[in-house]
Structure formats: C-alpha cells, structure tokens
C-alpha cells in the first residue's frame, strides 16, 4: 500500500472512531439561572464539574455515576441527554 492510502484510511478511521465516542457521550444542559456542582465518577475516577446557568457539557464517554445538586443519584451509559431544572435532573 502507498503510504497516501495509509494515510487516508487513518483520517477515515480517525474520524469515525471521534463520531462514535461523541455519539455515546451523555449531554446536560443546566436551565436554572446559577451554576451547580456535579459529582462524577468515570472509570472508578471521581471528579466535581460546575455546569454555569444556560451551559451544556458533554461527560461520560464511557458511562459513568453522577451525583445532582439535590443528591439525585444517576447511572448513565453515554448517550443520554439532561437537563437540570430547579436542581434536579431530567434524563431524556
């Protein structure tokens, strides 16, 4: 193989393998007016985010455990979507 067809097929796989772990990843979106805290826990790694008002954040590429602001407790798998409405979690 020439090392252009290398190359191209690299970028192809690339581009897939990126579209793939972006489609499994969760999305929330945080309706209220102020920013909340997040607990999650990817890959036995637990971390805090803070989502701003009106801000949406991709996380859990691989699934994860997430802990709302009002203490809600979720499993996500990568795909869901959530919004957080007076601190609690929709999941869509």
């Known amino acids: 193989m ?3 067809i290398i190359k191209t097929v690299f970028i192809a796989g690339s ?3 990126v579209t793939a772990f972006a489609a499994s990843a ?4 945080n309706k209220d007016s102020s920013a909340h805290t997040l607990s999650v826990t990817e890959d036995g790694v637990k971390n805090e985010i803070i989502i701003g008002a009106n801000e949406i954040v991709t996380i859990c590429q691989s699934g994860c455990f997430i802990t709302m602001p009002n203490g ?9 979507s959530l919004q957080i409405v007076d601190g609690a979690a929709i999941i869509n």
């Open 2 to 4: 020439s090392s252009k």
């Open 26 to 29: 969760a999305s929330i979106e």
């Open 72 to 80: 809600d407790r979720a499993a996500l798998s990568g795909g869901e």
């Open 15 to 17: 581009a897939i393998m």
